[in-house]
């Protein structure tokens, strides 16, 4: 004990000396600070009123959460101890005895107590009286102790702890507080759920001097401190003689905001849970408050011309109160539900969509059945495979090649074993390589079938070979083939895609193919020479079998076998005949060739009921891939199949047209069959949309859930309301990688900063002014990645590319379709060098038609070049097809987000205080609404896919329309089973998310809209939603993305720029592109830029302000030099586009200008040229900024396009990462120019920094 003794004096001894030397350095510089503290004491609340005088205490502890291990009486019960309830900032002293107000700007929040007040009351409930009444019983009630401290304000005790002195205490009740804020002395219950509001929100107040009681204030002041303080400040009244004390205005805390007053939000959800819903502190967690207090030194003279308060004008001693709110919205899961109800039904029809398209390419494909060498089947197995293909539509052809029987003339030779069956040859006997190939009725490209060596007879000995087959002596005989093969081909009709002139050549309408016979002339041995056949050495000899005849003709039925036919040996060069190929033929088809295909029994048709295998399929205008308004880029390729755009009708393509140049090269296209294998597209249908389909709508089922009764992930219970993975409106930032919660935003809170205005004189107080921001983290789809490794991996074999699979594009949505694109134009490179192959081959056929070779329609499948493009297209189309269904699901997550943060914005504007009640609501119906969005990212890692996923899912929001309706309970049940519901706003009803889908001119596309219709409560919408917005007037949202990075991983990316500039400019200073503002609209606005947009910068760590859950940015973090640049010039060129709209500079007033046009796609829509506009007089500051922004963080893009966007009335959003740090800087800012602009009445960097400094 002695030596901790010591010790601590020492210490005490040592900061007295620090504290010394420290000030006597300072030498007066910096003043000395002040703090203001409240306190509960356990010592002061001991009851004396004949009850247990512990209870106050012992209620405190349990409020506390102390366990007091049932201890009532004695020991620490008797002393709670000192409980600091708040705390103002500390401020400096004046130096000046009439230096004016000492302000405290951070009022004291005083919690609510009232559960203490019942056990502090006397036998007669003389807590709740005025002191005057309560007689001898005045120490009844809470009591609450107020401290003054002082501490140094010298420069070197900043950097340590610094001590501080209490220099004055007072002790006020709780109950007189409660009764200050009820202004008539009694709380006053109104229908807006403030209790100390009056019938209009606003808010009451009442002041009250409180002496210092002890320290060395409790004597008389000779200070001349006589200001007024909102929350406390010194107080000392006349000439110095009476006591110093705290003057002290209280006015309510506002945690809930009444409805329709400054500061609350349309979104707002209610304060109280509604009835039935139990669960309502399970989906909200507590607004975020701070008040703050600043001196009004300029009198506003709109503020006193105020209609709401005509008889009142401002004093002397008027106070600015500013209440700050961070706001969960109600209608984020709500309208999260309503994107994953329409994703879902659009994946799942996708799904089904790709299942037809493979079930329609396997209607169309032949099947082959094992050969001999790779037989493992039993026959019985081999049986069932063929009954079951000839019931689905196949027809079974078997075919034997017995020999080649050559015309000429020669010695004759004699092989002993031609007579009879012909069961074999001996090896004296030449023979030829023979190919067999399938020619299909509905593509140009053979299929391959058999190849092996046919025997080559003489004219005599094949002669009578064939006479012994056809003689009396052949009954009962089976011939045997040297070459065999069997099949399975789909038998078409005329509403499949066929070649042309094939539609319609037959009379039954049914088309089964052809085999072509090619034959190289090989010599087994000398004897061949002997033979005069007239066929030059490498010559190929062909022929050709009409399979539809034999069919037709029912050759061969089920339980025939083989019978013989001849087919015409024809030379290719010539085109004579030169022999005659012996077949053996069996043709056999269900019902004796009478069997129409039926109709599959999986896909589409079975879902949507309007589907067949050869029929039209339902419309993909419905599907995924359009609805999320993503073009398939293979439909102007009339590339098959048409798994995610509209199938022309069936032999449309080769219908007469005029000859334009798309036309025939669709025409050419359609005759080359699929472009995809089946095995892709039964993987594509079958587990990639299938999986993704799955999600979706368990996602759908969850949210619906959770928004209808309580929903919680197991093993949630005991976890903190913010950290829970269950849907809600938050989203925890610890959740990315949930694929479940991918379509709710992350962290979205509606900011609010409410200014109103204090009176001493006891008026209640003024609503003056609001402004909101949406904060939230970046719409992106963390769920999928943004192309790191994972052991997702799909099927190589099948020519999958997705975001789960090494090898996959890498990146977010604007780089992925940034290669889309890419892929599109290898695409169309390899069609186009296939369809130039195929021409060449044709052009060659052609020059020998002329020898008498009859025309054919086919191509050979063993020609090299067209071997390789047709092979390079298909591994192309593959890849463009997994990258678009991959992006559409990207782009359905991150919309989802998106939307919920954009009509947060939206509702929030037209809440009161509202850009909407200045006006401007008439601007939105016409213009759309104004929505920027300011990024704080950074270009490197993780944070650049972001930037990239965020970038298009912002661009989307241009393809949504806001009608806002009340609700109507008769309305009719199919559009009510659409709507979800929103059952925690008081007065947002549902929402109904509507896909519109304008079909293209080749009907083949969609130009996509959404209309998302929002109910609300008849009442609330007939007296407040502006006149504008009612009689189903679309409001268009018009989002603008502003980006720049403001950690250190963004310096380092900056600095690698400008080292990299500088080696390009010295190794080749010619070699430099421009970005530009728009075309000649702004040329002095360019910056160069290198042609390698992409160079790795080391010491790109950890970020300055840490989002605190840094998951790391992988193996690629290569930045992106170029993409703010760019992104802040598409921002400037809309945002030009719109100010040019709402406020003409031609002379034209706004209601008769045009509606903005937001991109190109919307001139090419309008059928318009862009127009080149000049820079709008109010976007010239941003112009330069933007301009002189290359290569560093220039806040000012940010500050400029803010400031523009709230003078033209549109919403503002902020986001980082996870919506935390970045972001509350961001606002924190903005919120200080508010409030410096609103007093000041001008724009001071100072005031915003002074400002700052306390809102932070």
């Not at 005849?549 to 089920?558: F, I, K, L, T």
């Not at 998106?898 to 200045?918: C, E, F, K, N, Q």
Request: aromatic share 6%; charged share 20%.
């Amino acid at each position: 004990r002695f030596l901790k003794s010591g010790l601590k004096k020492a210490q005490q001894s040592i900061e007295r000396s620090v504290t010394t030397m420290a000030i006597k350095a300072d030498g007066g510089k910096n003043p000395d600070q002040l703090c203001v503290s409240l306190h509960y004491l356990g010592g002061m609340n001991m009851v004396n009123n004949g009850a247990n005088p512990h209870t106050v205490n012992l209620n405190m502890y349990n409020a506390l959460g102390i366990n007091n291990n049932g201890v009532v009486g004695g020991g620490i019960m008797q002393d709670v101890g000192d409980v600091c309830l708040s705390r103002t900032e500390w401020v400096e002293l004046p130096t000046a005895v009439d230096s004016g107000d000492l302000l405290f700007s951070i009022p004291l929040c005083v919690p609510d107590l009232s559960f203490l007040e019942a056990a502090a009351a006397g036998p007669n409930g003389a807590a709740g009286q005025s002191g005057s009444s309560r007689g001898n019983n005045g120490d009844c009630g809470v009591k609450l102790t107020v401290r003054l401290y002082i501490r140094s304000g010298a420069t070197l005790l900043k950097a340590v702890a610094n001590r501080e002195y209490c220099i004055g205490e007072s002790a006020l009740l709780y109950t007189n507080l409660t009764q200050l804020m009820s202004g008539s002395g009694q709380k006053q219950s109104t229908n807006n759920g403030n209790k100390y509001s009056n019938g209009n929100g606003a808010l009451r107040s009442g002041t009250i001097n409180v002496p210092f009681t002890t320290g060395m204030l409790a004597e008389t002041s000779n200070s001349s401190l006589n200001s007024f303080g909102s929350c406390s400040s010194i107080h000392s009244s006349g000439g110095g003689d009476a006591p110093a004390a705290l003057h002290i205005t209280a006015t309510p805390r506002v945690k809930f905001n009444p409805p329709c007053t400054y500061g609350w939000s349309l979104t707002d959800a209610a304060s109280t849970p509604p009835t039935g819903r139990k669960n309502w502190l399970k989906m909200f967690q507590l607004p975020l408050d701070q008040a703050y207090a600043f001196n009004l030194v300029h009198h506003h003279q709109l503020l006193n011309s105020n209609q709401q308060y005509p008889n009142q004008q401002l004093s002397d001693a008027t106070v600015l109160l500013a209440n700050e709110r961070a706001v969960e919205s109600a209608l984020v899961l709500p309208l999260a539900t309503a994107c994953s109800l329409l994703f879902s039904s659009a994946a799942s029809l996708s799904q089904q969509l790709a299942a037809s398209a493979a079930t329609k390419m396997h209607s169309k494909r032949a099947l082959y059945l094992p050969t001999p060498s790779e037989e493992t089947r039993s026959k019985l197995e081999v049986d069932g495979v063929v009954m079951t293909a000839m019931r689905d539509g196949c027809a079974d052809v078997e075919l034997g090649v017995v020999a080649l029987v050559l015309l000429g003339e020669g010695t004759q030779m004699d092989f002993g074993l031609l007579s009879g069956c012909g069961v074999g040859f001996e090896s004296a006997v030449p023979s030829v390589k023979t190919t067999l190939s399938f020619q299909p009725p509905h593509t140009i490209f053979e299929e391959p079938l058999i190849s092996g060596s046919c025997p080559l007879l003489d004219e005599a000995s094949g002669t009578q070979y064939i006479n012994s087959l056809n003689g009396p002596s052949s009954a009962g005989v089976i011939p045997e083939g040297a070459i065999a093969t069997r099949f399975l081909p789909r038998i078409l009709n005329g509403s499949d895609d066929l070649l042309p002139g094939l539609a319609g050549s037959r009379q039954n309408d049914r088309y089964l193919g052809s085999i072509r016979l090619e034959v190289k002339v090989g010599y087994a041995n000398s004897a061949v020479d002997n033979i005069s056949t007239g066929i030059s050495r490498g010559t190929a000899v062909e022929g050709l079998v009409e399979l539809e005849h034999y069919m037709d003709a029912g050759v061969g039925g089920s339980g025939c076998g083989q019978v013989p036919v001849l087919a015409p040996a024809i030379d290719a060069i010539t085109g004579r005949r030169i022999g005659t190929f012996v077949l053996l033929l069996r043709v056999a088809t269900a019902n004796n060739g009478k069997h129409t295909p039926s109709s599959p029994q999986h896909g589409p048709g079975t879902a949507g009921g309007n589907n067949s295998t050869n029929g039209a399929s339902s419309s993909t205008t419905s599907g995924l891939v359009s609805v999320v308004g993503l073009p398939t880029l293979t439909e102007d390729l009339g590339l098959a199949p048409y798994m995610d755009c509209d199938p022309p009708p069936p032999n449309s393509q080769l219908a007469a047209s005029p000859p334009t140049a798309a036309g025939i090269r669709r025409r050419q296209v359609a005759t080359m069959g699929s472009f995809v294998s089946n095995r892709f597209l039964e993987y594509q249908a079958n587990v990639v949309r299938k999986r993704d389909a799955s999600v979706l709508k368990k996602r759908y089922d969850e949210y619906h859930q959770s928004l209808l009764e309580e929903s919680d992930v197991e093993g949630e219970a005991d976890l903190p309301l913010f950290q829970r993975r269950s849907p809600r409106p938050f989203r925890p930032s610890n959740s990315r990688g949930d694929a479940m919660l991918a379509g709710i935003g992350f962290n979205v809170h509606v900011q609010s900063l409410a200014l109103n205005i204090l009176q001493e004189n006891g008026n209640q107080a003024r609503q003056a002014a609001v402004t909101q921001s949406v904060t939230h983290g970046a719409p992106a789809d963390h769920a999928r990645g943004f192309g790191e490794k994972s052991n997702n991996g799909g099927d190589a074999s099948a020519g999958v590319i997705d975001s789960s699979k090494d090898g996959a594009p890498r990146g977010g949505l604007r780089r992925l379709e940034s290669t889309r694109l890419e892929f599109a134009k290898d695409l169309d490179d390899s069609v186009t060098g296939l369809i130039s192959a195929v021409g060449e081959h044709f052009k060659s056929r052609a020059n020998r038609n002329r020898a008498g070779v009859k025309p054919s329609r086919h191509i050979p499948p063993n020609l090299p070049s067209i071997i390789h493009y047709r092979t390079k297209s298909v591994e192309c189309a593959q890849r463009l097809h997994s990258l678009t269904w991959d992006i559409a699901v990207r782009r359905a997550n991150c919309f989802s987000q998106a939307l919920g943060i954009a009509v947060t914005s939206y509702l929030a504007s037209l809440s009161d205080g509202g850009p909407a009640w200045r006006g401007y609501a008439a601007i939105w119906a016409r213009h759309g609404y104004l929505l920027t969005y300011e990024g704080l990212l950074s270009a490197v890692g993780k944070e650049l896919g972001m930037i990239e996923d965020a970038s298009v899912a912002i661009s989307m929001l241009r393809m949504v329309s806001v009608v806002l309706m009340p609700d109507d309970p008769n309305s009719n049940n199919n559009g009510r089973r659409q709507r979800i519901p929103v059952p925690y706003s008081p007065y947002l009803r549902w929402v109904h998310l509507i896909h519109l889908a304008t079909p293209s001119q080749n009907g083949s596309n969609s130009k996509t809209q959404y209309r998302l219709e929002i109910g609300l409560d008849p009442s609330f919408f007939q007296s407040r939603v502006p006149d504008p917005l009612k009689n189903g007037t679309p409001v268009r949202f018009f989002p603008i993305l502003f980006q720049m990075g403001v950690d250190i991983r963004q310096w380092g990316v900056n600095a690698g720029r400008s080292v990299a500039l500088i080696q390009m400019k010295d190794n080749n200073s010619s070699k430099r592109g421009h970005v530009t503002m728009g075309d000649a609209a702004d040329p002095s606005m360019e910056t160069s830029t290198g042609e390698n947009n992409q160079m790795t910068t080391s010491g790109h760590g950890g970020s300055l302000l840490d989002d605190e859950d840094d998951d790391g940015d992988g193996e690629d973090s290569i930045p992106d030099n170029e993409i703010h640049m760019a992104l802040n010039v598409e921002g400037y060129r809309k945002l030009n586009a719109y100010a040019h709209s709402v406020n003409p500079t031609n002379g034209v007033t706004a209601a008769a200008a045009p509606p903005p046009v937001f991109d190109s796609l919307e001139y090419s829509a309008q059928m318009q040229v862009p127009q080149q506009q000049p820079i709008h007089p109010s976007l010239v500051s941003l112009s330069e900024a933007i301009r002189t922004s290359a290569g560093k963080m220039e806040h000012a893009v940010m500050d400029q396009a803010a400031t523009i966007c709230q003078r033209f009335g549109g919403g503002s959003t902020v986001f980082c990462k996870s919506g935390k740090d970045r972001t509350a800087m961001q606002v924190t800012f903005k919120q200080s120019q508010f409030v410096q602009r609103f007093i000041d009445k001008k724009r001071s960097p100072c005031g915003v920094r002074r400002y700052s400094r306390l809102l932070q």
